[in-house]
């Protein structure tokens, strides 16, 4: 038995296996135009129609914009070919009628014996911190595989891992390609591919990437395999989802980055009542490909597939959209769509969580610490609803024992959590306990290699231990991450500051205050304000300093870097002040005495020890700061 394979020019398409390659390379396309270039490619030299694109690619029973849909698949069959629309070499329109593969083809055999992978055909169906001042890892949704992983799905095609392959231990799901024709379906297709990522998250024998480190692979043409060995996974899944009335059709592929190897494809058609249904699908098929080893206790905590009214999960995949932004106003934007979505389902555990998480990064830890609590009293298996929970708690309550024991069950309940991680960093950092930060910390990194915060903040944990060659390092790797990222040009300032390079600290700083926004200008100014004093340059302190004094207002939070200010000038009495200012304010500034060097002054000073007791920071049984 052989099997032909197409070659035009200098390029090769295997129809059978999903590849295009080119001198030997797999070049990048996805499942819709790769569909339709091998069925023009099949029919070289005719005329193949928009109606029969439409019928054999998207189906005739399904709904969508064709003109967009089309239009986008022949665009990115063009960019893979570097085919020119004006004077095309491969693919020509025919304009109003449809598109004619004009390059010569040739069919060539393989011989018989060729490994190909096993294939299993399916049949088609009858009809998704920063801690310091603001807490703003992506959050994800939850999602939920059938028992068992069956494969009652709609299906053209499906490949399953050859024989003797290893298994797969890590993956990341990369954006699914909006293919609705419609900009405002972005939310949609974003959630999709959260849901994927969140749902192969909860299995504890794959590590998978957050989806806020492959959302910087959005649009990009890089091979599979480069971005496989960026972020350090063994494979990839991509794809696409079509949305149309009530009906969402979504496209995936898994590739194995170790061989450039397709593995698997599939296309699932279904109602949108059935989405959750339909994201287990897609999720238990990738599980059962990649050979992922699933404990009984987590079958069992992922095959309780729970339901939303429609409308209430759209508006929460909304706010999951607005909350990735990361911004003041995005999170004010996501709390309202999260808060929609529970009048329409009071139920709805997740989006309980999304209201917790978008009232933690602005800084409303109170209501926060009240969604988060509601959340878990409608499902407390959610290890996500126990990070938001712990991180309310410790930055509303100060209460370090109860923050603890549910950051703790947050990584029970969800190992592959970088929200988890990333925060219990922060809480162990403000402890001292340094090693296990850093570890903590790193763990995230694994999980979400891209995270310009997660990077900023192992940079503060190494300034908080002294290690500063480690800082600058880790901030310069942030700031290729993001240049622009305000909170990496301040940590490097006072690690160049901490170093004694002033001029670096003082251009960091700048840079600080022209990428902020809003209260952030007033805490650059403070930050200026301290390098002076140490400096030793006084009058330009007190200068700022006083201006600092006239700009508060009701709510700024400014006492603690007041406070820093006069620790700088030497000033302790006056410095304790306006540290009793900050405690009576309950800024939550305060949990990080124990780990800011800036502070490291007063430390011998029983006034230290005596705030640092009320704040409720754990002493060793000397009464010493724990270190």
């Known amino acids: 038995m052989s099997s032909a394979k197409l070659r035009f020019r200098d390029y090769q398409l295997d129809p059978d296996g999903f590849e295009l390659c080119r001198a030997g390379h797999r070049l990048r396309l996805e499942r819709k135009p790769m569909e339709l270039l091998i069925l023009l490619a099949e029919k070289q030299g005719h005329l193949v129609k928009r109606e029969e694109i439409i019928e054999k690619i998207w189906g005739k029973d399904f709904f969508f914009d064709a003109e967009n849909g089309i239009n986008n698949a022949v665009r990115k069959i063009r960019s893979a070919l570097n085919d020119d629309p004006e004077q095309p070499r491969f693919v020509k329109t025919s304009v109003g009628k449809g598109y004619r593969f004009i390059a010569p083809v040739e069919r060539v055999l393989e011989p018989a014996g060729s490994p190909t992978p096993e294939r299993v055909v399916i049949p088609r169906e009858p009809t998704v911190f920063r801690w310091r001042r603001a807490w703003v890892p992506a959050l994800g949704a939850t999602a939920f595989i059938a028992a068992g992983f069956a494969f009652n799905i709609a299906g053209i ?3 399953i891992l050859p024989r003797g392959a290893p298994p797969i231990h890590s993956i990341v799901v990369l954006p699914l390609e909006n293919l609705s024709g419609n900009p405002d379906e972005q939310y949609f297709a974003d959630g999709m591919t959260d849901e994927l990522t969140t749902v192969l998250a909860k299995i504890g024998s794959l590590r998978v990437i957050s989806r806020t480190s492959s959302m910087q692979y959005r649009n990009s043409h890089k091979p599979l395999v480069q971005i496989a060995s960026e972020l350090n996974v063994e494979a990839v899944v991509e794809g696409s989802v079509t949305r149309s009335s009530d009906r969402v059709r979504i496209t995936a592929q898994l590739v194995d980055a170790r061989t450039d190897r397709h593995l698997w494809a599939e296309t699932y058609d279904r109602d949108m009542r059935d989405i959750l ?21 987590e079958t069992a ?22 909350w990735d932004k990361g911004t003041e106003q995005s999170a004010a934007n996501s709390r309202e769509y999260f808060q929609k979505a529970i009048e329409k389902d009071p139920g709805f555990a997740r989006a309980w969580i999304g209201l917790a998480f978008a009232y933690n990064l602005l800084s409303d830890y109170r209501h926060g610490k009240e969604a988060a609590r509601k959340a878990l009293s409608l499902d407390d298996t959610i290890g996500r609803g126990h990070a938001a929970f ?18 703790k069950r947050a990584i029970e309940l969800d190992p592959n959590d970088t929200h988890a991680h990333h925060g219990y960093a922060g809480y162990l950092s403000a402890l001292r306990r340094f090693d296990e930060a850093h570890s903590e910390m790193q763990r995230a990194l694994e999980l979400d290699p891209l995270a310009v915060l997660a990077n900023t903040n192992l940079g503060s944990i190494y300034w908080s231990s002294h290690d500063f060659d480690q800082a600058i390092q880790q901030l310069n790797r942030a700031l290729e991450i993001d240049p622009s990222f305000p909170d990496a040009h301040c940590d490097l300032g006072l690690v160049y500051e901490s170093l004694g390079k002033y001029e670096q600290a003082l251009v960091e700083f700048e840079k600080y205050k022209t ?16 390098l002076y004093a140490v400096q030793g340059r006084r009058a330009d302190a007190l200068r700022l300093l006083e201006e600092l004094k006239a700009a508060r207002k009701p709510g700024d939070m400014l006492s603690y870097s007041i406070a820093l200010v006069y620790v700088g000038l030497g000033d302790k009495d006056r410095a304790f002040q306006w540290l009793r200012n900050s405690f009576a304010e309950h800024d939550d500034d305060l949990l990080d005495l124990n780990d800011d060097p800036r502070v490291e002054p007063l430390h011998s000073d ?6 640092v007791r009320r704040v409720g920071i754990p002493v060793n049984g000397a009464g010493v700061v724990a270190h």
């Open 515 to 530: 990428l902020s926004r809003n209260g952030n200008l007033l805490l650059a100014k403070a930050a200026v304000a301290h």
């Open 606 to 611: 029983p006034r230290f020890q005596d705030l």
């Open 390 to 407: 712990a991180f309310a708690t410790w930055r509303n309550d100060w209460d370090w024992s109860v923050a603890q024991q549910e950051f």
């Open 301 to 322: 905590k992922i095959a309780a597939v729970t339901h939303s009214d429609p409308e209430a999960y759209q508006l929460y995949l909304q706010g999951l959209y607005y």
């Open 157 to 159: 095609r499906s490949r």
């Open 277 to 297: 249904a339909l994201q287990s699908d897609v999720a238990g098929a990738i599980a059962k490909q990649v050979k992922a080893q699933i404990t009984p206790a």
